[in-house]
């Protein structure tokens, strides 16, 4: 079965550091993945996503993504992080295009400190 | 992308009682889901949503708890049933278009006393 771990439930970054989140995925075929963030008390927006197309995959807000088939990885980073991108990330893997399915990692809230 | 709208954006409901939640995409989409996400929680997925037929519903989750509309290809609704303090949860409605990725409506906070 199709699983996504998010390694991490609680990051904390210092304003400007490197932002890194963790991803990882089980599927027996090239998935399709995403990353959404859920700002407190809204709903899901989509930061980025991967479609077997390009590997490095840049999203909103200096946000991009690397999808590492060898890895099974699909880590999220932003160079520089700010205040503003505090909030909760979800990783998300969609195993077949037919059935549209999402299947959601458990999230990792990110802390911004001054 | 496709913007979606909830009604209710919130409710407190007694024990016992039914919610009709709705949801209205502004564009004719092909896919819409309903998800779960309990207190401080990940998503998971209620059902599929189908246009004109049965809606189709995950392992633990079964259609006289949740029955699901879709009447036409822009609106669904999901109600709650005979509800208890364990439905307590936000509520999410989905749509996919042509992509493969999902866009979310802001949700519907319930809570069940």
């Known amino acids: 079965a199709q699983s996504v771990t998010q390694l991490g439930s609680h990051v904390s970054v210092s304003e400007g550091a490197l932002v890194l989140l963790r991803c990882n995925y089980s599927s027996s075929v090239p998935p399709y993945l995403f990353w959404y963030v859920q700002y407190p008390n809204q709903g899901l927006q989509l930061l980025l996503k991967y479609t077997s197309a390009a590997t490095l995959v840049k999203g909103i807000n200096g946000f991009e993504a690397e999808f590492k088939k060898s890895e099974t990885s699909f880590h999220l980073t932003k160079p520089s992080a700010h205040m503003s991108d505090a909030a909760e990330y979800f990783c998300a893997v969609s195993p077949s295009s037919n059935t549209g399915k999402l299947i959601f990692g458990q999230g990792t809230t990110l802390q911004v400190k001054p | 992308s496709a913007v979606i709208s909830q009604k209710p954006s919130r409710d407190i409901c007694q024990r016992g009682t039914s919610l009709t939640i709705q949801c209205q995409v502004d564009?004719?989409?092909?896919?819409m889901f309903w998800y779960r996400q309990q207190p401080g929680q990940s998503l998971t997925l209620i059902a599929t949503?189908?246009?004109?037929?049965?809606?189709?519903?995950e392992s633990g989750f079964v259609i006289d708890k949740f029955p699901i509309s879709r009447p036409n290809l822009t609106f669904s609704t999901l109600t709650v049933s005979n509800m208890s303090p364990e439905d307590s949860s936000i509520y999410l409605c989905s749509a996919r278009s042509t992509g493969y990725e999902q866009f979310f409506g802001p949700g519907t906070r319930l809570t069940v006393l």
């Open positions: 564009s004719q989409v092909t896919m």
């Open positions: 949503a189908n246009q004109g037929s049965e809606a189709t519903y």
